[in-house]
């Protein structure tokens, strides 16, 4: 018992020590993608210590107790006795083992799978706005004055296709405004996201206009006096044309006559939120003091070049202020960074999960090859080919893992299709997802313990029976 418990706690705190060198070399990796400050020295990391002290001799005695307190049980002379040293009945821990550690390394494999499929969702979604291609910087109160030369000056380069202003980014809007209109039942008034848009804002990002117009420079009254709504707002307003419909915009930066407004346009429904949200009514109108960023549609051919342009225009109008831009296509990747994340992170632990089983697993393989090399040797004599004692080696196995799937399958499926339920916008989540990764832990397995069945099956049979 001595040695068996000696030999497992000396592994244990080998790999104690293998654990730390592995965590001090990956942690600044991990600090970077995270966005954390962890540290092993940290104070705040005490309860860490604790529990590593305490974890690795609990590890170390619950890995060698079973051989230290089974193996030591054997009578000796039944033990030296040819061919009654194996156990009658097998031990069902083993295979408890292989079928725990899988159905971990499947449930992480149909997270990934799923993570990705979403991820690739939100890449793909069309969110009824172009994205692509277009640079944005925010706004200062010297460029704002100034806004319509600075917009004639940029449309003037080459490589410029538009340029416009509004108070948020199009598809991160977090503000809420009260409305009312003639002919609404309730009197209490409705509560809609809104945004304050520039000239040529829905040309900028494509936004297709389905009623009506969109704002116009030529008409001077669009500035104070217009709003262009969604088709979701229009949905709920229910008049089959909406266009010169009075809307009362309840804002306390607009005094009471410049509250209300006319419907000029619809444009399509787009998401204003993350995916997150379901599309909700929308109304834009102009208010030039609110805009804080400045959007500008360039010409993909060549970038960097229009890039310069747009700097050293930039720095003509207001040289005061540093040029610091970033591209719509990229703020709108940021909106899910935790989700890639977590897509990354079930990559990592699901690849250490996998790898971890077919350490297991190989390991068990060896063993049980070795404990039927005489079985295999008279089978052989006895005329069976190599593919029939691959088969009769594979087939134990390849039974532990389906039964690992029966186990993870279900289980991942309720916890990503709940993860997948705060999203008001996903993919579905079929069997497909599940069944490769079901087949690809099967697979992993299968080439896991096909070297050690190849071995045995290619065995000379006289090496094994030799001493019989």
Known sequence: IK?????SLLLSYL???????LVHSVLPVFNTFSGKELSLTSGALDYLTLLVLIVTPVTGILAGSYPAFHLSAFRPAIVLKSGSGRLKGRSPFRKILVVFQFSISIGLIAATLTVSKQLQFIRDKDLGLDRQDVVLFMNNPDLNSRFTAFKNALEAESGIIHVTAAAQRPMAVGQSVTIGWDGREDDQNFVVRYTMADYDFFETFNMEIVEGRSFSGIITSDAKEACVINEALKEIIGEDSVLRKQIYFNHPEF????????????????????????????IFRMHRPFNQYVFIKVDPMNTQDTLKRIESTFNRFTPEYPFAYEFLDQSYESLYQTEKQLGQLFKVFG???????????????????????KEIGIRKVFGAN??????????????WVLL????????????????????????????????????????VALATIGYQAVRSAMANPVDSLRFE
């Open 255 to 282: 005094s009471e006559p410049d509250r209300y407004v006319s419907v000029i346009g619809v444009v399509k429904d787009f998401h204003s939120e993350s995916l997150y949200n379901n599309i909700r009514p929308f």
């Open 404 to 443: 690992a799937n029966v186990f993870a399958l279900p289980v991942a499926f309720i916890m990503m299709n709940r993860w997948l339920g705060k999203f008001a916008y996903r993919v579905h989540l079929g069997w497909s997802i599940f069944l490769l990764a079901g087949f690809t832990a099967l697979f």
């Open 15 to 21: 790999a104690l020590g293998l654990a730390l060198i």
């Open 386 to 399: 190599i593919s029939s004692i691959i088969l009769l080696l594979s087939k134990q196995f390849t039974k």
């Open 3 to 7: 040695q068996f418990l000696g030999e």
């Open 351 to 373: 690849a250490f999960a996998v790898f971890i089983s077919c350490l297991g697993l190989f390991g068990l393989a060896s063993h049980t090859a070795e404990q039927r090399t």
